[in-house]
Structures are given as structure tokens and as C-alpha cells.
């Protein structure tokens, strides 16, 4: 059976601290200021309850990539376990991932003028090891799953309301932060 | 905010204008026969500026040196589909460029075919900007932009190469030609600016380009101007000078040049952040 391997992001355990980010940069060998995992806080306010959670994000290994759509030289291409890869021995540096993906997930190494983004660590999931920013985090916040044998009605995707954005299915589900009482 | 895409800008210009003046030549050669220096000149010139296209596009990669592999992916990727078709047109080019020095062989199906190739080249070119991603960009306007500055630009020139080589009722048609492709341009952007603002992104990309003085700009230079001067000039039956002919291809070059620099700078891509 075809698999999806996702990661899964409990918000109400992230503290904001950027190992996972520090892990993916230090471990791929990534020059700053390129990161392929990034953090956002984000804050909601009601009136009477507010949230306020991180976001770790990185390429959502989307179930119909829209990177593999446009890639003119089949620099990528999606793996049986679900995760999409990217050959840099293939990529043109023609750009038209960064484009298009509407997670911002490729992007553009100005050292060798190639994309380039998160590969959910293959190499170290093909030897039964983590990948690097799930390993790296204190907390367990960040996990690996199979997203397909995971209950995700509680759930929920970083997505957006365009319905033709939806059709990329990332395939990275988050825990909903809890609201705290003002 | 997209970017100053100059390697692109000129790629997709120049091919534009090439693309066109082979699409004027058969024109002009269904209506009556095409005098042969008229064609020879148009061929060289299409194909010097598809040339010049093709180099400035490899600007744009990364890699240059890798650029066959941007080939190989046709299944889903319009930019190899748009790679694909302006190869093709580049062949048969060639073979018009034959034609012109051995005016032997059938003339017309031959520019059919290179026409019908850089039409197909143009389309793929403006599919590869037809995102969801970005929403300004996600709909048929690239493909009407890009078709148009090929008319556009494209009879202007074979008016400017044509010179005494035209006949009168033949010039007259190809700047009746340029004057409808720049009325459509007009209405198209309206319709373009109207449609576009249903949602954020496109909004943002409304409100940049039209308070940017470049805008403005190229309103003035590319559709204001040389409207008013093919107007006044076809109304009055008199011949166009060479100059004034120079002066309405200069605008409009100019006016087609800014206007798709604000087509790549005045992009603006969903960058989806929030949990629904």
C-alpha cells in the first residue's frame, strides 16, 4: 500500500525555541540565511480568549505537489512513502518551484543556484533513524507519522480558503492550540 | 512584490515580436502574393530577434549550461512544453529562411506551420504564469497579454520593413491591425483589473499598478499615444512618414517593455500561513 508519511506539529507543546530549524540548517549544511524549516508566531485575539502558538513549517510533502507539476527538467518527484524529493543534479535553477508553491517550501540557494528544500531526512528514515527537527525537539511537539493510519479529526492543515490551493493536500496536519481565558 | 524579470522581459518580447511578424507575413501573403525582398527581409529580422529571445531566456537559469533538461518533464510543465514549441518554431524558421534564398518551395503552408508553432510557443509561455498560487496571474489574461503585444509589436514592424516594398491598402491593414490590438489591450487590462479584485492578492496587485508612475507610464507611451496617432493618421487618408511610423513602433515597444516588467513586478502570491 502507498504511503504518506507527514509531520504532525502539537502547537500547545511548541515553545518557539527553533531547534528544529538550528537541526535542519546545521545538518544539511544549509548557508545562512537559507532555512528550509521556518517559525512563525502567530496570535488571534477574541474578547474574551486569545491563542498564541508557533508554527514550525516546512515543505508539507503536499500529496499533488505543485512544484512536481511545474518543474520543467524532473527535478522532482514523489516517493512510495509519500515524500517529494528534489534531484539538484536535475534542477535548471529555472525558479519555477519557488513560484509556485504556495508554501514558499522550495527556495533558492544563491551558492549554487539551484532549489532546494526540506527531504524529510529520506536517508536517515531509510536506515529507521528521525529526521533531524523531529529528533532536535525538546518537547516531542514535532513528530513523523503516517498520515494516512492517523485519526486527524482532531486535527488540522495549513491551508487556505482557495479552493484550487487546496488541491496541493500538504500533507502535514497541527494540533489546535487550546484558547487561554482572558 | 514580484521581481525585475529583465532576462525574461526580453525573452518574452523579442520572441513576441518575431512570432508576430511571421503570423503579419502570412497575412499579408493570403491577401496577395508576398514580394520577395519583403518577405526575405521579414524572415531575417523574426529570426535575429527569436535568436536574441532565445539567449536572453537562458539568463534566467540558474544553470544555463543545464538548460536541455528543462525538456524533459512535458507531461505536466508548460515550461517545457514552451521550450518544446520555440525549438520547433527555430526549425522552421530555418526552413523559411531556406525559402527566402531558394524561393522554391510552398511559402505559405511552411508559414502556417512556423506561425501556428509560435502561437503554440506563446500560449505555453503564458500558461507557465497561470498559478493558483497567484491569483493576478490565474486566469486567461497572461495568454491574451502575450498574444497581443505578438499583433501588436509584430505589424508595426512588418510595417517598418515593409517600407515601399507595401502597397498602400496592405500598410493600411496592418496599422488598422496594430490600432485593434491596442483597443483590446485597453479593454482587456480593464477587464483584467476588474476581475482580478475579488480577492486580496489581486487587489494588492491592482493598487501597485495603478500607483506606479511606470504604470502610468506605460499607458501613456504604449496605448495613449500611438492611439491617438494611428487614429489621426488613418482618418486622414494621408501616407505615414517613415519617422512617424518609427516614433508609434518606438512607444509601443517601450509601452509593451514596462508593461510586462509590471506583469512579473506587480505579482502577488498567496503565502498561506493560517490553520482552518
Known amino acids: 500500500m502507498v504511503k504518506q508519511l507527514g509531520f504532525i506539529l502539537d502547537t500547545n507543546r511548541c515553545l518557539g525555541c527553533g531547534a528544529c530549524i538550528k537541526a535542519c540548517q546545521i545538518n544539511n549544511q544549509l548557508p545562512a540565511p537559507l532555512k528550509w524549516r521556518q517559525l512563525r508566531q502567530i496570535e488571534r485575539a477574541g474578547d474574551s480568549q486569545i491563542q498564541r502558538f508557533f508554527l514550525s513549517t516546512a515543505c508539507n510533502h503536499c500529496a499533488n505537489p505543485e512544484c512536481l507539476r511545474v518543474c520543467p527538467g524532473g527535478a522532482y518527484y514523489k516517493r512510495r512513502d509519500g515524500i517529494v524529493l528534489h534531484n539538484p543534479e536535475k534542477c535548471t535553477g529555472c525558479q519555477s518551484c519557488v513560484g509556485s508553491c504556495p508554501f514558499n517550501a522550495p527556495q533558492l540557494n544563491p551558492f549554487t543556484q539551484k532549489a532546494g528544500k526540506c527531504q524529510l531526512c529520506y536517508d536517515r528514515l531509510d536506515q529507521g533513524k528521525s529526521p533531524h527537527c523531529v529528533q532536535a525537539c525538546l518537547t516531542g511537539a514535532l513528530q513523523l507519522h503516517e498520515i494516512r493510519q492517523t485519526e486527524n479529526n482532531q486535527l488540522l492543515r495549513l491551508t487556505a480558503q482557495t479552493p484550487s490551493l487546496r488541491l496541493t493536500r500538504p500533507s502535514v496536519f497541527y494540533k489546535p492550540p487550546r484558547p487561554t481565558e482572558l | ?276
Not at chain 2, 501573403?29 to 514580394?35: A, I, V
Not at chain 2, 510552398?106 to 506563446?122: A, Y
Not at chain 2, 508612475?213 to 505615414?240: D, E, M, N, T
Open chain 2, 1 to 276: 512584490m514580484g521581481t525585475w524579470e529583465w532576462p525574461l522581459i526580453v525573452f518574452t518580447v523579442l520572441s513576441q515580436i518575431s512570432i508576430g511578424i511571421i503570423v503579419g507575413l502570412l497575412g499579408l501573403d493570403c491577401r496577395n502574393q508576398l514580394k520577395e525582398k519583403l518577405f526575405k527581409q521579414g524572415v531575417v529580422v523574426s529570426g535575429i530577434l527569436l535568436m536574441i529571445a532565445l539567449l536572453a531566456s537562458l539568463f534566467h537559469l540558474g544553470h544555463p549550461e543545464a538548460a536541455y533538461r528543462a525538456i524533459t518533464h512535458l507531461g505536466s510543465s508548460w515550461l517545457s512544453r514552451e521550450i518544446l514549441f520555440f525549438i520547433l518554431t527555430f526549425v522552421g524558421w530555418l526552413y523559411l529562411l531556406w525559402l527566402s534564398f531558394h524561393p522554391a518551395g510552398k511559402l505559405r503552408s511552411s508559414l502556417l506551420i512556423t506561425s501556428v508553432l509560435g502561437l503554440l510557443g506563446i500560449i505555453s509561455s503564458a500558461m507557465i504564469y497561470v498559478l493558483p498560487r497567484v491569483p493576478a496571474w490565474n486566469n486567461v489574461a497572461p495568454v491574451f497579454f502575450f498574444i497581443l503585444t505578438a499583433g501588436l509589436l509584430g505589424a508595426l514592424a512588418l510595417v517598418i520593413l515593409g517600407g515601399k516594398e507595401l502597397q498602400p491598402e496592405q500598410k493600411k491593414s496592418l496599422l488598422n491591425w496594430a490600432l485593434g490590438c491596442i483597443i483590446v489591450s485597453i479593454f482587456m487590462f480593464v477587464l483584467y483589473a476588474s476581475t482580478i479584485k475579488v480577492n486580496a492578492q489581486g487587489a494588492a496587485t491592482v493598487q501597485f499598478l495603478l500607483s506606479s508612475p511606470l504604470f502610468w507610464l506605460r499607458a501613456g507611451l504604449g496605448w495613449l499615444a500611438p492611439l491617438i496617432l494611428l487614429l489621426i493618421g488613418l482618418k486622414s487618408q494621408k501616407v505615414f512618414t517613415a519617422s512617424t511610423l518609427y516614433l508609434v513602433f518606438a512607444l509601443v515597444g517601450v509601452g509593451e517593455i514596462l508593461g510586462r516588467a509590471l506583469f512579473y513586478v506587480s505579482a502577488v502570491g498567496i503565502h498561506i500561513s493560517a490553520l482552518f
